[in-house]
């Protein structure tokens, strides 16, 4: 060992001497162990060795072995971001030293377990050889303790198979009690309460009956075992917690699932993790019981512990378990204080997980380190998506080790990279992500205008109508208990015989007419949410309303309810977003980027881009067009640097389950790679020879000095679609048409725009794009995402976007009608206003209008395909309806999230036109 080893390994066990508690000394040990192994261990006993008496070194020596069993074992004794895979690196080690001995085997293979479920490392095979190992030799030395012990490690990891656990079981307890292991008997009934309620909980999912019964009946017994007293031990409090789910789930009465889980509080003053869980679901029950009061006082305590769990979720798994539980915690506490009139606290708690995330990343952003979080934050993008990183270019941080960490080389590089972004990331006071309550927001607000937050769950819809001058309470609220989840997925999703507008936007190769299902959800949600929202509107005087809508509710346009049609309608992803847009925000320049047609295939861009250049030049824009081989993100993102304004003509995709994933379609210059023309990643796919399965028709492979190779089959085998994510923000991607591949392109996706350029002068940025609004559809997570939250968290002031796909034809006439306004705005541009107008001259125009502008344009000096479908455009209007845009789905698909004005630099920019 070297002198400076010597010495990190000496002042790591002085901490542990002098920690306060155990936490603190854990925490001694566990660095201990985890940057230097066995190593430690063998430190720790040789200042052991060197106390003539036993004294602090001996009994810290002594602890540490239990400890070092603990952890490696799967209990969670660091904060560090590789704990998993650290311990797993020790737990081989120790295996290595002790030649293979088959009782540390069966606690490396517990190491093995703790791993997360997509981890390479998760080797359940290895794991359960391992346990069975250590069985076997139990067997043929008659070792009770071992054989018990492995039973419970198979019972308790789910190793055992169904038709052998009562068997393993059964022969388990032949052999207890064992002398001085008294704790045998119940960790074992306690492991297989948890394995045959799991099970149970299965069978219920999967509508097998029989099994429900059996496993239900067998977790019973378990517990019957076991006993009702109260207990501190962690694994049975874990056990009689999942016995109460299992109780919630199969009982009908809500009165009993809340005794249920009432009986399984520890008691304790200070509450754990499993005290939390428990309140929650109780807390739950006594919602729907409409004990609202002690719902109220279950939840409110629960609240801090499980959004700083949230925000501290660094892997995209753990964000969606602990997403998915704040969200609902922050929901039900809402209600709950709707319910007691207490419309203040209402308001924060609903407001509490709405785009919480995006807010704290928006927060790192400001802060001195933010530059080489955001650097961190772009490789551990690149590594979730498979991208290469082994080269220093495409490598975002250095790869060294830190002082004294022996173990480094055994844990990958994005396991370490995960650790420094977790100890580069300031532990920050929460209160400045607390949301603002009904005063402040009333603050911010003009006269004549108002907001509306509202939030669906299985009680009903909560909906909160605040406006200028409110102080204690709001001028409109309410619980209608009859718009429950259900209520709101049927109105939404509709069902198999008729599909509703989540699949008209989620499933385009069911082929629905927007039109008619639009028709269908606008009449119902006007039918009830919009004549509610008018009548207060009247009352009031309301003028202008942003809409703060949770969870899916966001992708209702609601400026296109006929009961609003003369208000205003903005949106916002969060009540603290509305506050931070009212902030004052350096002018914008007046310098933009127009990108044309990356793709190549829509003719009309062109005609778009020549409109909106005009107007953006007649008002003294210096604008910089980017069209076809020059449309990639390489030469677009720095020129948005200086820019405030971006007018993006092209495709866009959304995908609702994966809102990073939504995209700008850029150029995709496959050649600059090194591929072949014509399909490059038809190329690769045929060459590759290993692909991962993951169901549905997409699998997966590595394409060595490349990258991740993505595909996605049809029924027939034939391809739909593949992408090559070949650097940290590099995805080329290709759709196919019976086999032939339709369109190719670079993704700009959300998550590179959220990680990559800072965009804090761009004012204003326009996608005219199908369903580049949409975001993601998550009915769990109370996030916005998808392209404008990526845009607003990279700085854009406003984003423009659409909700459905828009024909080229009327994307020209709103874009053109939009820029018209901007140009005639001066130096102060409300792009609510402008859009609404914009809107409602589209709405309003006659047929020989429409023909005259389509004309005009054929005019221009534009590629004989773009005049082509001018003069087709024009020819269609002849002897249709006489406003051809009249319908909502043709006026209505564009919508504004942001700051509501836009400042642009005072004069004329003097710059030239490219």
């Not at 207890?176 to 069978?203: N, T, W």
């Not at 309810?561 to 506050?579: F, G, K, Q, R």
């Not at 640097?641 to 959304?654: P, Q």
């Not at 965009?759 to 975001?775: I, Y």
Request: glycine share 8%; aromatic share 6%.
């Amino acid at each position: 060992m070297s002198k400076a080893d010597a010495k990190h390994h000496f002042a790591l066990v002085q901490r542990a001497l002098a920690a306060a508690d155990d936490a603190q000394r854990d925490a001694a040990l566990g660095e201990g162990f985890a940057r230097f192994g066995m190593g430690f261990a063998y430190s720790l006993g040789e200042l052991a060795r060197l106390e003539n008496t036993p004294g602090p070194y001996t009994a810290l020596s002594e602890e540490s072995g239990a400890f070092l069993l603990r952890w490696i074992g799967g209990a969670r004794l660091t904060k560090r971001a590789d704990d998993d895979e650290r311990r797993v690196a020790v737990g081989e080690e120790m295996l290595l030293m002790a030649q293979g001995h088959v009782r540390i085997g069966g606690i490396v293979a517990r190491a093995i377990l703790s791993l997360p479920e997509s981890h390479p490392q998760r080797d359940l095979q290895r794991a359960e050889t391992l346990v069975r190992q250590r069985l076997g030799a139990a067997l043929n030395e008659d070792d009770p303790s071992s054989f018990v012990s492995s039973v419970i490690d198979l019972l308790d990891h789910g190793l055992a198979a169904e038709d052998e656990a009562v068997s393993l079981y059964e022969q388990a307890r032949q052999r207890l009690p064992i002398e001085g292991e008294p704790q045998l008997p119940r960790r074992l009934d306690v492991v297989s309460l948890k394995y045959h309620a799991k099970l149970a909980i299965k069978a219920r999912d999967a509508g097998e009956a029989t099994r429900l019964k059996e496993q239900s009946a067998l977790a019973r017994q378990r517990a019957d075992a076991i006993g009702a007293e109260r207990s501190s031990d962690r694994e049975l409090r874990q056990s009689r917690m999942l016995l109460a789910m299992l109780i919630d789930v199969d009982e009908s009465n809500a009165a009993v699932a809340a005794t249920a889980w009432a009986a399984a509080r520890s008691g304790e003053s200070v509450p754990d993790d499993i005290d939390r869980i428990v309140a929650y679901h109780e807390g739950r029950r006594r919602l729907e019981l409409g004990e609202h009061e002690t719902a109220a006082r279950l939840f409110a305590p629960l609240i801090d512990a499980a959004r700083d769990d949230y925000l501290d979720a660094l892997r995209d798994a753990d964000v969606q378990d602990r997403g998915e539980h704040f969200s609902n915690l922050a929901t039900y506490h809402a209600f709950a204080l709707g319910a007691l009139g207490r419309w203040d606290e209402a308001l924060r708690a609903l407001d509490a997980a709405r785009s919480l995330r995006l807010r704290q990343r928006a927060w790192l952003r400001t802060i001195p380190r933010g530059r080489t979080l955001l650097r961190l934050e772009r490789e551990l993008h690149a590594h979730e998506r498979g991208a290469p990183l082994g080269s220093t270019a495409t490598a975002a941080t250095p790869d060294r080790a830190d002082a004294g960490d022996r173990m480094h080389g055994q844990v990958s590089r994005h396991a370490r990279v995960y650790e420094r972004y977790r100890r580069l990331r300031p532990q920050f006071d929460a209160s400045a992500l607390v949301s603002p309550g009904l005063a402040e927001v009333a603050a911010a607000l003009v006269e004549h205008e108002a907001v509306l937050s509202i939030c669906s769950g299985f009680s009903g819809t909560l909906a909160v109508l605040v406006r200028h001058g409110d102080r204690e309470q709001p001028s409109r609220a309410q619980w209608i208990s009859e718009w429950t989840h259900g209520y709101w997925m049927r109105v939404m999703a509709g069902d198999e015989a008729r599909p509703g507008w989540l699949f008209a936007m989620g499933a385009p190769e069911l082929g629905l007419e927007h039109a008619a299902v639009l028709d269908g959800l606008l009449a119902a949600v006007d039918a009830d949410l919009g004549r509610w929202i008018a009548k207060a509107a009247r009352e009031f005087g309301v003028r202008r309303l942003t809409i703060v809508a949770h969870r899916y509710l966001h992708l209702l346009p609601f400026w296109a309810l006929p009961s609003l049609s003369e208000i205003e309608i903005a949106s916002a992803p969060s009540l603290a977003h509305l506050l931070a847009s009212r902030a004052p925000r350096p002018p914008s320049s007046r310098r933009a980027v127009i990108v044309e047609n990356p793709t190549g295939d829509l003719p009309l861009a062109a005609a778009e881009s020549a409109a909106v250049q005009s107007a953006l030049c007649g008002a003294g824009f210096a604008v910089e067009r980017f069209a076809h081989e020059r449309a990639t993100e390489a030469l677009v993102a720095p020129a948005l640097r200086r820019a405030g304004v971006l007018h993006f003509c092209g495709h866009g995709r959304s995908e609702p389950d994966r809102d990073r994933a939504s995209a700008l379609l850029m150029h995709a210059g496959a050649g600059a790679l090194g591929l072949p023309g014509g399909d490059p990643l038809g190329v690769l796919a045929a060459a590759a020879e290993a692909w991962e399965e993951q169901g549905d028709g997409r699998r997966h492979t590595h394409i060595d000095g490349r990258g991740r190779l993505h595909e996605i089959l049809r029924d027939d085998g034939t391809p739909l679609e593949r992408r090559l994510e070949f650097s940290v923000t590099g995805t080329l991607w290709t759709s196919y048409r019976d086999g032939a591949p339709l369109r190719s392109a670079e993704l700009w996706s959300a998550g590179d725009i959220g990680v990559g350029t800072r965009l804090n002068r761009l004012g204003v940025a326009f996608l005219s794009a199908c369903e580049t609004g949409s975001g993601g559809f998550e009915p769990v997570i109370d996030e916005y995402g998808g392209l404008p939250a990526a845009l607003l968290l990279a700085g854009v002031g406003a984003v423009v976007c659409s909700l459905w796909p828009v024909p080229e034809s009327l994307t020209l006439l709103a874009a053109d009608l939009f820029y018209r306004r901007l140009a005639a705005s001066g130096d102060a541009f409300d792009v609510v206003t402008a859009l609404r107008e914009s809107a409602g001259a589209l709405r309003e125009m006659p047929r020989d209008e429409a023909r005259a502008r389509f004309l005009a344009m054929h005019e221009q000096r534009l590629q004989p395909a773009a005049r082509f479908m001018l003069e087709a455009a024009a020819t269609r209007l002849q002897g249709g309806p006489e406003r051809p845009y009249a319908h909502p789905v043709h006026w209505a698909a564009f919508f504004a999230v942001g700051k509501p004005q836009i400042r642009f630099a005072k004069g004329r920019h003097h710059g030239t036109a490219r």
